[in-house]
């Protein structure tokens, strides 16, 4: 059984017009030491989907069904007291603006110190030891002197290290990290995410990595998940999705990126934009914007508009898709035939 | 005016061509020695302060640009990248004419339009237009779409009636692939990038020939953003632009730009064509940059990892702004400034290491 199960995970909000659905059935285990990315542009549900996993969605949302398991206990539905045990814990979370994550009236040292001594009985004195151990590791220089200052006093990047320095403070088993290096610049970018990896390999540490990047999660991770609308449309190794992308969403955005054409020369765009949670289209989410909605007969496909597509595996993927899910019938009624 | 305007019609074709190596055509906007500082000491009784029993004045200035010279050629996109703080939002603006140089000069067609006054400087801001980064913050929301591209077409040019002013509304929507009927909505009922065709419809309604971007598509999701992006290389191909567009994303001057400057703090350090600069990258911190790019292709790629952080503004190291962080430096980058030299292909570099063969 892997570290962290989530199993059709539905996390709906409660308001005026009735309910918003902001993740539906979304599946995914995470084990120790493995890297999960999870992709998709803003309002797809990936950053509710993190918090969700701790239980930090604040009202009106709340988690309408589904279960997370974390190494076999029921998270979903934890009251607050048992939920403490493990947040920053035994897993911990990155977020994505590290000038508005670190408390402004508070020196590092502090914080640090509060964070210890609120899960660990141990004296001031040994969880300064604990902190200045942790600053080291994430390559800090002169920790002693960061201890005392305040976040102001550090750069956009050095609050990164910092923030990770308490993440790992409790030697967690998971580090969700929600968009960790969007608010910093390219080169620094470059040295957080190589820190953070370096890191979580080091202490066999899981990790959960949230981005709208797909250069880093190429970069980064082992295994993908893509969202769209608040429904996981395609998931399987990050390797395999980037270089053979099945669903029509995902091959859009990958040849979106201007680094897939040739310079000068037209993006290849997807039209339209991701509709509102609140007023989704019926049937496949993606239908009005996708390109393969037609099927031979250049008439849409009667099951686009009007059903849910549901998962179907292709090679070591799943995909979301009634055009691939034809295609892997056709592929294995061919097979078939072909042993008959 | 017009006569300017004839000129540089009859230069178009030329341009048009895509000729990108051509220099001997004059450049459309010249930067020579441009320095912007602002003061971090408030008035000038905030500046008093005793020392040793006697009063002086004391003043902190950020020095946002520290001496650039940019030539922007007729139909070219120019990108300028750096990191935040380097001061590339800060020559946008100068440029504009919306922050006035501390010294140096901005030529535009060949007049000097630094110094003039707003009214001078009116039928210059016809034909040079800005995009900002923000599309949430760019529109107005107290405006209609259509009264906010109204707006400049009435100011620049009064004579025109009513009916020829929501023609060119119309057109320009079209052009931008918003539909013209949405003229009575207001911003917020639009999505970040349907803000973002507008707000660069409301660059294109007064006709501009040469379009400031400060990192247009920074805000915008992958999918709109290779929207964006197309949709201003259309307008640059049917109307002929010539841009100046500013970003941090690597990946997106590669695609859309003609030639790259790069810029560490306030200075520029490399200016090539951008093929050039994305093979050959010359000065330590393009290469820094260009190593840290996240493609896709490879799984973890060796960066170049630079030492330390960028330094403060307010007090500039000696030498090479670069120096501190630079794995290459010696004893002369930490003393003296280098020049932006020419090497081959067409490439400026301002490093002592490169002009010595270092490097």
Not at chain 1, 28 to 54: M, P
Not at chain 2, 55 to 63: D, F, N, T
Request: net charge negative.
């Amino acid at each position: 059984m892997a570290l962290l199960e989530v199993n059709n995970l539905d996390v709906r909000f409660a308001l005026r017009g009735g309910d918003v659905r902001a993740l539906r059935d979304v599946c995914f285990t995470l084990d120790r030491g493995e890297r999960l990315g999870i992709v998709g542009e803003s309002g797809a549900g990936k950053s509710v989907a993190a918090f969700s996993l701790l239980n930090l969605i604040a009202k009106p949302g709340y988690i309408a069904g589904g279960s997370i398991t974390f190494d076999g206990e029921e998270l979903s539905g934890m009251k607050d007291r048992g939920l403490r045990r493990i947040r920053g814990n035994r897993i911990s979370m990155i977020f994505q603006d590290p000038m508005m994550t670190l408390n402004p009236v508070l020196s590092i040292g502090e914080q640090m110190v509060e964070c210890l001594k609120a899960h660990r009985r141990i004296s001031t004195r040994e969880a300064r030891a604990i902190s200045l151990h942790k600053l080291n590791q994430v390559q800090i220089p002169s920790p002693e002197t960061r201890l005392d200052q305040y976040p102001h006093e550090l750069s956009g990047g050095m609050r990164q290290r910092v923030i990770i320095a308490i993440a790992l403070l409790l030697d967690p088993d998971i580090i969700v990290a929600d968009e960790p290096t969007t608010a910093l610049d390219v080169t620094i970018q470059a040295e957080i995410m190589d820190l953070l990896l370096d890191l979580c390999e080091k202490h066999n540490v899981g990790l959960v990595l949230i981005t709208h990047d797909l250069g880093v999660v190429s970069q980064v991770t082992q295994r993908m998940l893509v969202m769209y609308a608040g429904r996981v449309i395609e998931q399987g190794p990050t390797r395999e999705i980037i270089n053979d992308p099945q669903h029509p969403y995902t091959q859009g955005l990958i040849n979106a990126l201007p680094q897939m054409a040739t310079p000068g020369s037209r993006l290849n765009q997807i039209p339209g934009s991701m509709p509102s949670l609140s007023n989704l289209p019926s049937g496949c989410a993606f239908h009005p914007r996708c390109s393969f909605v037609n099927d031979a007969s250049g008439q849409p496909r009667k099951a686009c508009l009007d059903k849910v597509p549901g998962f179907v595996d292709s090679g070591n993927c799943r995909v979301a898709c009634h055009m691939v899910a034809e295609l892997v019938n056709q592929q294995q009624r061919d097979s078939r035939e072909e042993t008959l | 005016m017009t006569a300017a305007v004839s000129q540089h019609d009859s230069k178009a074709p030329a341009a048009a061509a895509g000729n990108r190596e051509n220099d001997t055509a004059a450049p459309l906007m010249e930067i020579r020695n441009l320095y912007k500082r602002f003061s971090l000491s408030g008035d000038f009784l905030e500046q008093l302060k005793f020392r040793g029993g006697k009063l002086v004045r004391e003043q902190e200035h950020v020095h946002a640009i520290n001496g650039i010279d940019i030539d922007i050629r007729r139909g070219e996109a120019l990108c300028v990248v750096g990191e935040s703080g380097c001061g590339k939002s800060t020559v946008a603006r100068t440029v504009m004419g919306l922050l006035s140089p501390s010294k140096g000069e901005i030529h535009y067609d060949g007049q000097r339009i630094d110094h003039l006054s707003a009214k001078e400087l009116l039928p210059y801001r016809r034909r040079m237009q800005m995009i900002f980064q923000n599309p949430y913050a760019s529109l107005n929301p107290r405006m209609t779409i259509q009264q906010t591209l109204e707006e400049p077409i009435r100011l620049h040019h009064p004579d025109w009636s009513k009916e020829r002013v929501r023609d060119q509304v119309r057109d320009v929507m079209d052009s931008v692939g918003i539909d013209p009927d949405w003229g009575s909505r207001f911003g917020h009922e639009f999505s970040g990038g349907q803000r973002q065709r507008i707000a660069i419809a409301r660059a294109l309604a007064v006709d501009p020939e040469f379009i400031v971007a400060d990192e247009p598509i920074s805000a915008l999701d992958v999918s709109i953003q290779a929207q964006v992006l197309n949709l201003m290389m259309e307008a640059q191909q049917q109307r002929n632009l010539t841009y100046l567009f500013i970003t941090h994303d690597l990946a997106v001057v590669e695609h859309f730009g003609t030639r790259v400057a790069v810029m560490y703090l306030g200075m520029v350090c490399e200016i090539a064509p951008t093929g050039t600069l994305f093979a050959k990258p010359r000065h330590p911190y393009t290469q820094a940059l260009l190593s840290a790019i996240p493609r896709l292709e490879d799984d973890r790629p060796q960066h170049i990892r630079l030492q330390g952080e960028v330094p403060t503004p307010v007090n500039l190291p000696t030498g090479c702004v670069f120096h501190g962080r630079c794995p290459h430096a010696n004893e002369r980058c930490r003393q003296e400034v280098p020049a932006l030299i020419d090497v081959e292909d067409g490439a400026r570099v301002a490093c002592h290491g490169v002009e010595e063969g270092r490097l």
